[in-house]
């Protein structure tokens, strides 16, 4: 059988949890199958992966419309395919145009909704609606829709209602365990800690994503004003997606950083192994996000055996065991689609709250932090994933 991944990321070019996604599942697939890549950001020269730019003639266009560009050449090139299977609205378009030109089965896996992230208007105009058109019609028309968490299922059905819920299941994110493990090379890690400038004994909170308003980074940063005052803040949280969050965040870091000395953020994009050297030395890892379908994050973190605080929103209670690995963190939320707290003083006093009692056990948060590498060990292989996934393409083809 004959596979056809469509994504906007793939190797080099990844930046965010879906394309790590994509890496990952590609490599495990092809065990399974014949696997070809298709993906944004121009040529590669791995076998199997084929890399598109954007058109020439598009140059000055709105980004969505260059994105429906690129996704009409990749549709062109499926052909030979069993099944397509495509990830993010950037590519969900280029798998519905290659069912209907190949008649073959379109598999949509949802890493986020359009219509759970209206701040997009912000960055794309006219060409959220676009996007949002898109999203809908290739979920609409997919043979089957896979769901990263039981949160997400749940928001897939209550913005498309239309979908018969037997075609949306629910396949975990996995992880290479391998690669999200405590490093041994301690010269690496003093290497890392000194580049930056971090404190290796200080107790440390730790938070890595991007700067975009599912993130919640605003409300972390106003909740650090309450933990004590010696806690180290690690932040490696870069491309903004609009200059006005970025200015709210780089505003927020800038006050803190009036109360307190221990704040660092590094708003490049790491290396894998900086990441690791960073995570290993951390005392907890803080997911305040008000819109996340799942959350890969969360996963490396407990990799790492850190206790994880996290928004008790979307698929991140599918990563976190409260209590036991982590916190979960209560919200009230706006139901306009932008996931806004209705209380945001107490979201992030709840938040402060879970944070300092991890700061003031070591025990504990070393406790939760074993339990939390021990559950991702049992429960988010790429192993078993690439076997769920697999199970489902036979049943459609």
């Not at 890969?296 to 929103?313: D, F, R, S």
Request: charged share 25%.
């Amino acid at each position: 059988m004959r596979v056809d991944l469509l994504s906007r990321e793939f190797p080099p070019h990844v930046y965010g949890g879906a394309g790590v996604h994509v890496t990952e599942l590609a490599k495990v697939l092809r065990d399974h199958v014949d696997v070809h890549v298709h993906a944004f950001d121009g040529p590669r020269c791995e076998d199997g992966v084929t890399g598109y730019d954007y058109c020439a003639e598009q140059a000055d266009d709105n980004a969505a419309l260059k994105t429906l560009g690129v996704d009409l050449c990749m549709a062109q090139r499926t052909e030979g395919a069993d099944l397509v299977h495509s990830h993010t609205w950037y590519a969900n378009m280029a798998g519905h145009w290659s069912k209907l030109m190949h008649d073959i089965p379109h598999v949509v896996t949802a890493h986020s909704l359009e219509p759970l992230r209206p701040w997009k208007a912000e960055q794309l105009g006219g060409g959220y609606r676009v996007s949002s058109w898109a999203e809908k019609t290739a979920y609409e028309g997919a043979d089957a829709v896979i769901a990263v968490s039981h949160g997400m299922r749940d928001d897939i059905l209550r913005c498309y209602p239309s979908l018969d819920p037997d075609r949306v299941r629910v396949i975990h994110n996995g992880l290479d365990l391998d690669d999200w493990a405590l490093p041994s090379d301690d010269a690496a890690i003093e290497a890392t800690l000194a580049q930056h400038g971090i404190d290796r004994d200080a107790p440390t909170v730790a938070f890595v994503g991007r700067i975009t308003r599912q993130k919640g980074l605003p409300h972390l940063l106003r909740a650090l004003r309450r933990v004590p005052e010696d806690t180290q803040i690690v932040l490696c949280a870069g491309a903004p997606d609009t200059e006005g969050i970025k200015r709210e965040v780089d505003e927020l870091v800038a006050e803190l950083r009036e109360e307190r000395s221990r704040v660092i953020l590094i708003p490049d994009m790491l290396p894998h192994d900086d990441v690791v050297n960073i995570l290993s030395q951390a005392t907890v890892f803080v997911t305040p996000s008000v819109y996340e379908p799942m959350g890969i994050v969360n996963l490396e973190a407990a990799a790492m055996e850190l206790p994880v605080v996290g928004t008790k929103t979307g698929g991140i209670p599918d990563c976190i065991d409260d209590g036991v690995t982590g916190y979960l963190v209560p919200i009230d939320q706006k139901t306009d689609g932008t996931g806004t707290p209705l209380d945001p003083e107490k979201f992030e006093a709840d938040m402060a709250e879970r944070i300092n009692a991890l700061l003031a056990d070591p025990e504990l948060a070393r406790r939760m932090g074993k339990a939390g590498r021990a559950r991702v060990e049992e429960h988010f292989t790429w192993t078993a994933v690439a076997e769920e996934t697999v199970a489902l393409y036979r049943s459609l083809v």
